[in-house]
């Protein structure tokens, strides 16, 4: 393994060491005089400042003022709080030294201030290199957005935000000043990390709009104004071609939600949640956190245009809503099982009887290319299920699977298992990660 690493070169291992958190980066200096400077050139900088002290701070300093790469990609500063031994003054002056790199994407998580409120540098207002910017602020309050912002580069701009978090007038001021932001995501969690962890964040609907055509353009004027106030939809002088909002009370169930691109629900409320699946039926990409039960007469919704589908496992009976999710979308091209987005909650094991329908879903015999399973644990219900796709699925091109477990005979015997499945997708390749 020594051999084959040394034999990669320096713009592989960069790549790979992009991956990895900058505290684990720089240990890799301490291995031979090739690795001893490589660091510095690494093209993502990421911290994570869960335990931050006056240590924490000055090893953050060190790396970005040795760091010597010639453009810094990106650079993620995450799970902020502001306290004597974490200023604001130090968050901006990590900022500064970013941007003098010609930095293009940056996040910042800022969860908590002593003092109730923060400002970010002046010069992240005007980085002319800057194409990526999301900013989570929960707990204190951003105050000092200059009148003039310049983002002449940025096309990713998310907010995500605790009521009262950025004045509306701050956040109508930084997209004004984006001529070419594409993408614009607005989200309010309740809790969690950033509104990924549905059940800690309660009751979530997001979705994703294609506001390029006019009845998007229309929906994203009516969420602003109710937003932001009558005409707040005039400061957006940019091409935006999508729209995300999150976790709003605007969320009208009654409006139907044209040119929908993505769609991530998860609710205790089955009432709500069949309201909404049924206004959204040509989403191409939905996330669903939810159990059969929560969604009535689910046989009623046939998602014609879906074709990335996600499903969570977290819930009491997803294999159920799987089921008919695939009876009901005959043009699905990807289906990936996770629980990802909640973290800290287990998977539901499928009952070991589980066996799949009867009647083969149309999106399986004609157009179903990828299948990824996150968590996969090897047990009956699982297998049951992972054969019922692998051996149903005619143009099926690659099965991935994650395991938590790092026992390598055990995932060899999962995989032996699942390539013992006579499929009729020939060219289908199984991969454990």
């Known amino acids: 393994m020594e051999n084959i690493i040394s034999q990669c070169p320096d713009d592989l291992l960069l790549r790979i060491m992009s991956c990895i958190p900058t505290k684990d980066v720089?240990?890799?200096?301490?291995?031979?005089?090739?690795?001893?400077?490589?660091?510095?050139?690494?093209?993502?900088?990421?911290?994570?400042?869960?335990?931050?002290?006056?240590?924490?701070?000055?090893?953050?300093?060190?790396?970005?003022?040795?760091?010597?790469?010639?453009?810094?990609?990106?650079?993620?500063?995450?799970?902020?709080?502001?306290?004597?031994?974490?200023?604001?003054?130090?968050?901006?002056?990590?900022?500064?030294?970013?941007?003098?790199?010609?930095?293009?994407?940056?996040?910042?998580?800022?969860?908590?201030?002593?003092?109730?409120?923060?400002?970010?540098?002046?010069?992240?207002?005007?980085?002319?290199?800057?194409?990526?910017?999301?900013?989570?602020?929960?707990?204190?309050?951003?105050?000092?957005?200059?009148?003039?912002?310049c983002l002449p580069s940025l096309k990713k701009l998310y907010l995500i935000r605790s009521s009262g978090c950025i004045d509306n007038a701050h956040v109508l001021r930084i997209i004004s000043g984006c001529p070419k932001l594409e993408e614009l995501r607005l989200a309010r969690p309740d809790d969690g990390d950033g509104g990924n962890m549905i059940h800690m964040a309660g009751h979530t609907i997001e979705f994703t709009i294609d506001v390029s055509s006019s009845k998007g353009w229309s929906f994203l004027g009516y969420e602003f104004d109710q937003i932001f106030g009558k005409g707040s939809r005039n400061v957006i002088k940019a091409p935006l071609k999508y729209f995300s909002v999150c976790n709003s009370v605007l969320l009208d169930s009654r409006r139907r939600r044209p040119d929908l691109v993505m769609a991530r629900i998860g609710t205790a409320n089955g009432y709500i949640t069949h309201k909404y699946l049924a206004k959204i039926t040509k989403v191409r990409g939905l996330y669903l956190c939810l159990s059969l039960s929560e969604v009535m007469n689910p046989s009623e919704m046939i998602f014609c245009h879906l074709v990335d589908l996600k499903i969570c496992t977290c819930t009491q009976g997803w294999w159920?809503?799987?089921?008919?999710?695939?009876?009901?979308?005959?043009?699905?091209?990807f289906l990936t099982v996770t629980n990802e987005r909640c973290r800290g909650l287990a998977s539901i094991e499928i009952p070991y009887w589980w066996k799949g329908p009867s009647s083969i879903p149309a999106c399986l015999l004609s157009s179903l290319e990828g299948f990824r399973w996150s968590g996969y644990k090897g047990r009956q219900g699982e297998k049951e299920l992972a054969t019922y796709v692998l051996e149903n699925a005619t143009g099926l091109k690659k099965m991935i699977f994650s395991s938590e477990t790092i026992d390598f005979r055990e995932k060899y015997r999962m995989l032996k298992d699942l390539a013992s499945v006579p499929r009729p997708s020939p060219s289908c390749r199984i991969l454990f990660d």
């Open 320 to 333: 159920d809503l799987l089921t008919h999710m695939l009876q009901d979308s005959p043009k699905l091209q």
């Open 26 to 149: 720089i240990v890799t200096s301490l291995l031979s005089k090739r690795w001893r400077y490589l660091w510095r050139s690494v093209p993502k900088l990421e911290y994570d400042c869960r335990s931050q002290n006056k240590r924490f701070t000055q090893f953050v300093y060190r790396s970005l003022l040795k760091h010597n790469a010639p453009v810094l990609q990106r650079l993620d500063l995450k799970n902020l709080s502001l306290h004597p031994e974490c200023r604001a003054v130090d968050i901006g002056l990590w900022i500064d030294i970013a941007v003098s790199r010609q930095l293009r994407e940056l996040e910042i998580s800022i969860h908590y201030s002593e003092e109730g409120s923060f400002c970010l540098p002046s010069s992240l207002y005007t980085c002319e290199t800057l194409e990526s910017l999301s900013l989570t602020i929960k707990s204190c309050v951003l105050v000092d957005v200059p009148i003039a912002v």
